[in-house]
Structures are given as C-alpha cells and as structure tokens.
C-alpha cells in the first residue's frame, strides 16, 4: 500500500519529513492526498481492514488449497466452495473464534495463527498514521486510528462467520466479532504507535516500546513490570516443554510414524504443531506456577503429581511425563513465579522510583496482580474444549492460575521493589551528599598546587632579599625639601618594639612601605655655668663694698672658659635615613642629620 497518490510517487523522503513536521506545527500529522483535504480516517480505516482481510484470506485459501489436494477432497466439503468455506474458519480460528461441530464445541484453537492478522493489522494501523494522521493529541489520536480500523474489521469478520456457516462446521458469530476487535485494536495501536513516533524523528525497535512512550509515567511503569514478569514467566514455561520434548523425543516419532500423513500431509502437521506451540509454552507456565493443566476430564499435570489417561495422537503431547509423582528435575520451574516477580518489581521501581519507601511494595504488589491477571488470561487462551465428551477439558485453570501467580508474583515484586527503591534513594542521597560538599583531592592532585605555591613563596622571598637598601647620605647642609620639624640631638628615643615585615604588593615589586614616625623632638637647651651663691645682705641695709685688692686681682686675671659638657653619644645612623609621615594631609620626608656642637 502506499499513502501517496499517483501523482506524488516521485515524491523525495525530505520533503515528506518536511511536510510532516509542517504538519506538526499545526496542531496534528495529517496527511493529504494530491495536496488536497485529507483522507477521512474511518474510509481509511475501511480501507485498511479490507487489505488485511482479503491478503489475510489469501494466505490461508492458499495453504487450504494444498490440504485439499493432498487430503481426501470429501474431508474439507464439496468442490471448490467447501474450500473457500474452510479457508474462511480457519481465518477465524486465527483470531481465536471458536466453532461448534456435532460432536461438541471445539475452544481449543492455536495461538500461533494469530501472527498473521497480527502482523497485517499492525502495518496497516502504521498506514493509517502516513495517509490520514494523527486527530488531536497523539494519545487521543492513536486511539482514534485504532478504533477506525478495528471498527470495520471486526463488522467483516461477524459477516464472514455468518456466511461460512454450514451443518458440519458453525462459526460463532459473537466470538468473531469481539475476537477480531480486540485484536485489530491492539495490533493497530501497536502499528501506529510505532509510525507516530518514527514520525517525529525518533528511533523505535517495536510498537510496544513506542506505544511506552506516549503513555503516562506510573502506567508505563506497571506496564513495563508487567511486561517483564510475564516474559520471566513465558521463558520458565519455554523452557520445561524444551526440555521435556528433548527428552521424548522417540515417543515423539513414535506418534508421527503412526500418524503416516505423507509429505504434504507431513508439512501441514508441522505448520500445525508450531501454531501450537505456544499453548504448549502457556501449560509449561500454568505447571511452573503450580496449579498445571489438565488433559482430558480427571486427569492432571502438576508438581503434585501426574495424572493422565489416553491422550490424542498429537506429537507435541508425547513430551508428557509418565503418571506417578512429579520428576524432581521439574520442581526447579517452581522457582520461575518468584523470579518473574523480582524482575517485574526491580523493572517497575527503576521506571519510575517512589520517593517513599512504604509505596514502593504497593507498586510492586500491583505489578504482581497485574501481572496474575495477564496470566489468567493467556490460559484462558490457551486451553478450551475439544469437542465432547472426556476431551471436553483440556488446558489449565485460568482462575486458579491468575489467583496463584498474583500472590507469588506479588509478594516476591514488593520485596524486590521495595529493596530496589531503597537502594535507589539511598544513591540518590548519597550523589546529592557529593554535590553538597567540596571534593577532596587525591595526593596526585594535591601535589601540583603544593609545589606551586612553594615556587611562588620562594619566588617572593628572593625578591625581598635581592631589593637593595637606599645608601646613607654623607652629613652635610640639609637638603632643600620641605621639612616640619628637623630632628635635633636629645634624648634617646623611645626604642619601640620593630613592626612585623610587610610583603610587598603582588603587582609592583618596589612598592612604598609606610612606617610609623618617630616622635618629633624639642630643641635641645644649652647647659649653663653653675651660680654662685648669693652673699646674706647685712641687717643694717647694704654697705658700700670695701676696694680689695684680692678682689681686683681676680678681676684682673682673665675669666677661664666653662668647662664643655661631656659628648653625648650620638646614636648610630638607620639605615633608612629617610623617614616619611603624613600629617593633616601632606607628606613630609624627614631625615636624620649629625648633632651639631
């Protein structure tokens, strides 16, 4: 089929991928027809169903052609219309319809046959996407698409029961219709689930995991543990009918040499069989889960033992073990129920993690349930009767089944989710720990920085060291810059405790370094002769001194210089001879100069 008109054959893959994406922007993919209105999607989905019934039809006609003329032609009903007729109930069985004979109602169909509609009904649901779009949102849509086509498809199939009814072999109605529904809705969705979101330029490996991806987080979590769980359960079921047939293999050619269908005969056998084989893989599971299945009336296949009486002549059933107890090597299937139910808890936790611990083995207890049911359902298909009589039972028990599975399931999917959850948080805590603090550095990394900075403080100190200090200037007239207040010889200064070594500034390698100046000190005072003592004035007023000449001599004598007053030790010159202080403002350079005699 393809979803373009004869005029846009031609048309290149770019400017389809263009087209939709401008489709896109306006609210919805549709498609158009020659640039025109679009395809009317129930007329699409018509169209649809009609492809898949009538290459479904052909098939199967086809392979019925091969049996009537390898069998007696009087098996499948007069001439060419008794072949059409059958064609027409095994397209129906294919849905899993069943049809009554004279003899009984025969529910027990294959399972397999469902992979050919299945597989028409799924390109088709992804036809319908390219040829006539998505309506609304894309969940609503896909709805929508599967309806369309499941609708029409089902309506053909009630006709097509009603017109291939005959005495010998009676379709049911009802079960065509709502059979064909189901599975043209499911496959359909699939389909064009899977073309919705290849659409949008994503890349998807089946319709399951696109349909995952337009649904909501909590359901695509359950549905992803229920998926899981019943691939666990399958595989378990899988494996013990492999085993078991490997094991019975002569009886098994056994059956087939007294069955003698011939080559062509011989083929049909074999089609037959693999459709079969999934029922086979369904009792596998009901035994691994403990309640088994039954094989005729009174008879049952169980851990708790073997019961069976004649069995049909059927190939595949040769893999039954032998009445009495169970063989020991079975009972390790009955490890494949909890299994299931750890993967399905750790599968459901991991979509999507609770953040309580108490809801984490809710969720998984209703993986498990969910997944009980779907267990269920698969025996309920995979058994029925076999016409009358003692064949009137004949798979297992879906309610004993769905009940069991849901409480092994669930209570080993609530312990795994739960454990899976805690872990989940527990890291998650643990990586918000790591952002919150600093990250330590190894030795490794520790060792580059320490090295560095080691060069860097080495690099400073020989800069500190190598700057030469300023030269003392040889005493002499005071240089002509502005000075306060010169200091002068007096007493000591204060020795004040040094101030800690200042490093210098990063940017500037001969930066200016203030001190504290000194204080300024007063001018020093002249030493002066000692004095005399003042002579006592006599009582009777002050009398005229006397002429001595003792006196006048030593007024004569010439008066002897004042002793000078011993040197002060004048303190060594600083080094830094100059000294710098600001007051109010200004900056004044003061300098030491020699004390003057």
Sequence with gaps: MNDASPGQRGRSEPARAAAARSSEDDGGDR????????RPLYVTGLVGALWCIGIGLAVLTTITLLGWIAA??????????????????????????????????????PLGLIVLPGALLYRSGGWMIRAAGVPGRPRIGVVHVAVALAAPYAA???????????????????????????VALGAGALGAARALVAARGRRVRSGLGALLRLL???????????????????????VLVGASLALHIPQATELYDALAPGAVGGLLLLLLQLAFLPNGVIWGMAYAIGPGFSVGAGTGVSPSG????????????????EPGPAPLVSLVALAGPFLAGAVGGVLTVRALPSPLYEAAPLWGFTSGALTGAVAAGLSALAGGPLGGGRLATMGPSPWQVGLLAALEVGISAAI???????????????????EERPRSRTRKERAPRRRAAEKRERRREERTTSQPAPAAEPAGPSRPEPILAAPVPGPEPVQRPAAPARKPA?????????????????????????????????????????????????????VADEPEPAPRKVPAPR?????????GGAIYVLRDDPEDD
């Excluded at 158009?32 to 679009?38: K, L, S, V």
């Excluded at 199939?157 to 079960?175: I, Y």
């Excluded at 073997?306 to 073990?321: E, G, K, T």
């Design 31 to 38: 498609g158009d027809r020659g640039g025109g209105a679009p």
């Design 72 to 109: 007696p032609r009087t098996a499948l009903g007069p001439g060419l219309p008794g072949v059409f007729r059958t064609a027409v109930n095994l397209w129906l069985v294919s849905h899993h319809a069943g049809f009554s004979v004279p003899q009984g109602r025969v529910g027990l169909l």
């Design 156 to 182: 053909l199939a009630g006709l097509l029961a009603l017109a291939a009814t005959s005495p010998a072999v009676r379709p049911s109605a009802w079960q065509a219709l709502v059979a064909a529904f189901v």
């Design 216 to 238: 909501p987080e909590r359901p695509r979590s359950l549905v992803i543990g229920v998926a899981g769980a019943t691939a666990v359960l399958l595989g378990s079921g899988a």
């Design 306 to 321: 073997i019961f069976i009486d004649v069995v049909p002549l059927f190939p595949p059933l040769a893999a039954l073990p």
């Design 416 to 434: 795994a989710a739960w454990l899976a959850n805690w872990r989940a948080l527990r890291r998650a805590e643990a990586a918000g720990d790591e």
């Design 506 to 558: 990063p940017f500037d390698d001969g930066a200016l370094e203030f001190e504290e100046a000194e204080p300024v000190l007063g001018p020093r005072k002249h030493a002066k002769a000692p004095r005399r003592p003042a002579e006592p004035v006599p009582a009777d007023g002050p009398e005229e001194p006397a002429h001595d000449t003792r006196w006048a001599a030593e007024e004569e004598e010439p």
């Design 575 to 583: 080094e830094d001879v100059e000294r710098i202080e600001t007051r």
